[in-house]
Nanobody, 126 residues
Framework: QVQLVESGGGSVQAGGSLRLSCAAS????????MAWFRQAPGKEREGVAF?????????YYADSVKGRFTISSDNAASTLYLQMNSLKPEDTAMYYC??????????????????WGQGTQVTVSS
C-alpha cells in the first residue's frame, strides 16, 4: 500500500515562505505523477502543482500559484516538495500530496489521483 506523509505546514504572515515535503513509500510504478492539492473550508479541492517522475519532470501549475510556487521531487529519496513563496491569505488551506501511476503522455494535471496523504495545514495571515 502506497503511503504519502506530508510535513512542513504552519502559520506564516503574508509575503512569507513555506516548504512542504511529502515522503512517499511503496510507490512501485515505473512512471507516476505526483501533485499537491489544497482545500480551504467551504471550497472545492484545487490542484495546485503537478509533476511526473521523469528525471526532468514536466510540471504544471494552477494559475493562482504560477510564479510563486515551485514543485520538485527527489526521486532517489522518494520525496516531493512544494516551495511556496510570496504567500497570500487566500493560500490558506489544507494541503495534500497525491500520487498515481502514469501511462502515456505526462499530462499529470489531467489524471485522477489514487493515493493521498493526510494533509498539512497552511495558514497565511494578513
Amino acid at each position: 500500500q502506497v503511503q504519502l506523509v506530508e510535513s512542513g505546514g504552519g502559520s506564516v504572515q503574508a509575503g512569507g515562505s513555506l516548504r512542504l515535503s511529502c515522503a512517499a513509500s511503496r510507490l512501485t510504478y515505473s512512471r507516476y505523477c505526483m501533485a499537491w492539492f489544497r482545500q480551504a473550508p467551504g471550497k472545492e479541492r484545487e490542484g495546485v502543482a503537478f509533476i511526473d517522475s521523469a528525471s526532468r519532470g514536466t510540471t504544471y501549475y494552477a494559475d493562482s500559484v504560477k510564479g510563486r510556487f515551485t514543485i520538485s521531487s527527489d526521486n532517489a529519496a522518494s520525496t516531493l516538495y512544494l516551495q511556496m513563496n510570496s504567500l497570500k491569505p487566500e493560500d490558506t488551506a489544507m494541503y495534500y500530496c497525491a500520487a498515481t501511476g502514469l501511462i502515456g503522455l505526462p499530462l499529470c494535471d489531467r489524471y485522477t489521483y489514487k493515493y493521498w496523504g493526510q494533509g498539512t495545514q497552511v495558514t497565511v495571515s494578513s
